[in-house]
């Protein structure tokens, strides 16, 4: 890194985390902000699933206009949309003022893949991996403090008991924080040449979507995606229910396990991805997250209590640290430098349609078939997950 981005990286890594904090605060509570609103898990999942929908198709635009105007703006607006959707949320009083809050969030939604491109502004190929680690570490730690954070504030020994207004209002601090940063300390690394470039050699969303999407080894990398990320979501946004439910957790209770994945997520990322990457390869790592993945989700469906959740999570963490860097890591090696906004945004709208795909189905499993539903259909679809990662590796060593 040149010494400007080296100034820039904590810079980044600090806004990402305030930011996170924030997020981590309230969604483990979504589920019991809508319930308070008379809604069963069904419309409950529905609600939460609204924001990766409206990110989904966000994301591509989100990532073009980085390219053309710079990563800076668009962080902005998404910390400055986070911070209204939190209040909104918090004063909620109707199912629809619930869900309009949800639609603000997933439109504004851009910090991961801004931040993401950000990283490939200022870091060589050979750094990236690493950088992303970091960044992605950002984001696991973000997300550790955040529901640990929101746990407290709710407070109540029972969800029933909970305040749920103090965590919204935290949360929107919290984003205020973040964009304050980015406007007066987060320099812009998308720099004139490289907008102009963009703005030259773009034909309209629609025909770069298409031009990016037809390429075959990005294809079955968002496939890919598509499988693992709405399994992942499923078990994240059924979770709390799940807790509460089946292992009699209080919000307490529940914003610590979550800050304990959260916490692992974030140390392998930060200490352990740049040294794993290179020693097995982030697509090595991609196959090995998989394989966790149906191990965590199998280790969810059994257990009894807190400590025996505890060790399926921990299974969940790794596989989430594994495949997050090292997913980003592959796809903008495959994109040049004037789109590789567009193309992680490509990739955040394909993993954010798989959130909404899981989110929105989360509750009809959880509620029509079982509770361990959501966990043994996961673990199932990780089969087809894994042979994918199998021919993209395939695919990649014939180009080489």
């Not at 810079?11 to 509570?29: E, H, M, N, Y």
Request: charged fraction near 10%.
């Amino acid at each position: 890194m040149t010494a400007a981005a080296r100034f820039a990286f904590p810079t980044l890594f600090a806004v990402v985390f305030i930011d996170l904090v924030g997020f981590g605060i309230v969604i483990p509570l979504v589920p019991f902000y809508v319930e308070r609103l008379g809604a069963g898990p069904e419309l409950i999942t529905l609600i939460i699933a609204l924001h990766a929908l409206c990110q989904s198709l966000a994301m591509p635009l989100w990532g073009a206009v980085s390219d053309r105007y710079g990563r800076r703006p668009v962080l902005l607006v998404s910390m400055l949309g986070h911070a209204g959707s939190y209040l909104m949320m918090g004063f909620a009083d109707s199912l629809w003022m619930l869900a309009l809050a949800r639609i603000i969030s997933g439109v504004t939604a851009a910090n991961l893949s801004t931040a993401y491109a950000y990283i490939t502004d200022i870091t060589s190929p050979a750094e990236r991996a690493g950088a992303m680690g970091k960044i992605s570490a950002a984001f696991g730690l973000g997300f550790a403090v955040g529901p640990a954070i929101g746990g407290l504030l709710a407070g109540g020994s029972t969800i029933a008991e909970a305040n749920l207004m103090r965590p919204a209002v935290a949360a929107a601090a919290f984003s205020l924080v973040a964009a304050l940063a980015i406007w007066f300390f987060l320099p812009e690394t998308h720099h004139a040449a490289a907008r102009a470039a963009a703005r030259s050699e773009r034909q309209g969303l629609l025909a770069d979507l298409r031009r990016v999407t037809a390429r075959p080894v990005i294809g079955m990398m968002l496939v890919l995606a598509l499988i693992v990320v709405t399994f992942m979501a499923v078990r994240e946004s059924i979770f709390p229910l799940w807790a509460y439910y089946r292992l009699d957790l209080n919000a307490r209770e529940i914003g610590i396990t979550l800050g304990y994945n959260g916490a692992l997520i974030s140390a392998v990322q930060f200490l352990g991805m740049g040294r794993l990457s290179t020693r097995y390869g982030e697509l090595g790592l991609v196959k090995a997250a998989v394989l966790l993945f149906a191990t965590a989700w199998v280790g969810l469906s059994l257990s009894g209590n807190m400590f025996q959740c505890m060790l399926a999570l921990t299974a969940q963490g790794l596989g989430t640290a594994f495949f997050q860097s090292s997913m980003q890591t592959l796809i903008s090696k495959r994109a040049a430098a004037a789109e590789r906004g567009l193309v992680l945004g490509v990739y955040q709208s394909s993993s954010a349609l798989a959130r909404f795909m899981g989110q929105a189905s989360a509750g009809t499993l959880f509620g029509q078939i079982g509770m361990n539903a959501p966990f043994l259909i996961g673990a199932s679809a990780m089969a087809p997950a894994l042979w994918l990662a199998l021919r993209i590796g395939r695919h990649t060593e014939q180009a080489t």
